[in-house]
Nanobody, 123 residues
Framework: QVQLVESGGGLVQAGGSLRLSCAASGRTIRTYAMGWFRQAPGKEREFVATISWNGGITYYADSVKGRFTISRDNAKNTVYLQMNSLKPEDTAVYYC????????????????WGQGTQVTVSS
């Protein structure tokens, strides 16, 4: 069983940047697609970005396209989410997860979720 630990969240002003990390332990994630999701208070958990096992394929939610970048370092068993031009509506708990198959936007096709990291963007 893989354990995922997200870090890098915090409080930032609108227009600022943060880089989230998702470190995996227990097993390698280098052969798995990975994804980032987020959940704001009172809302459903929503897809943010996904990356294929070798980084060759990425998908983004329309709301973050052009501002967020997902990447991975398989040697470090870590996935990243670079978030630029942050907006107050990006405020949420951000989760990473391991895909059961290919890179996908569908939440049901992920398992092994992390505990999340809080991102708060002030206006």
């Amino acid at each position: 069983q893989v354990q995922l630990v997200e870090s890098g969240g915090g409080l930032v002003q609108a227009g600022g940047s943060l880089r989230l990390s998702c470190a995996a332990s227990g097993r390698t994630i280098r052969t798995y697609a990975m994804g980032w999701f987020r959940q704001a208070p009172g809302k459903e958990r929503e897809f943010v970005a996904t990356i294929s096992w070798n980084g060759g394929i990425t998908y983004y939610a329309d709301s973050v396209k052009g501002r967020f970048t997902i990447s991975r370092d398989n040697a470090k068993n870590t996935v990243y989410l670079q978030m630029n031009s942050l907006k107050p509506e990006d405020t949420a708990v951000y989760y990473c997860a391991v895909a059961t198959s290919t890179a996908t936007i569908r939440r049901g096709e992920y398992d092994s979720w992390g505990q999340g990291t809080q991102v708060t963007v002030s206006s």
